[in-house]
């Protein structure tokens, strides 16, 4: 199995900026796309941004221009730059990695992100 740890969530002032970050461990040696999604309360859960392998990236209409999606290969982490939010970013992300070794998506325990003044 793959765990995930996310950290970096909390409360930012609107414009503000925020990093999150998702540590795998486990059966890490066959990790494939990374990628972090959210919920807002209320709603459904939404994909943010995807990264594969070889570093191509794919981001929601909202948030391009915005964010931006890294990943470490060596370390298996996947990092979310958030610039310039918007109190409608407020919801909870998770991380969210395929693992070819287990044929099947993880998630992680989910972050809180808040945008408020």
């Known amino acids: 199995q793959v765990q995930l740890v996310e950290s970096g969530g909390g409360l930012v002032q609107p414009g503000g900026s925020l990093t999150l970050s998702c540590a795998a461990s486990?059966?890490?040696?066959?990790?494939?796309?990374m990628g972090w999604y959210r919920q807002a309360p209320g709603k459904q859960r939404e994909l943010v941004a995807t990264i594969t392998s070889g570093g191509e990236t794919n981001y929601a209409d909202s948030v391009k221009d915005r964010f931006t999606i890294s990943r470490d290969n060596a370390k298996v982490t996947v990092a979310l730059q958030m610039n310039g939010l918007k109190p409608e970013d407020t919801a909870v992300y998770y991380c969210n990695v395929w693992s070819y070794a287990e044929g099947t998506y993880y998630w992680g325990q989910g972050t809180q992100v808040t945008v408020s003044s």
């Open positions: 486990g059966r890490i040696f066959s990790i494939g796309p």
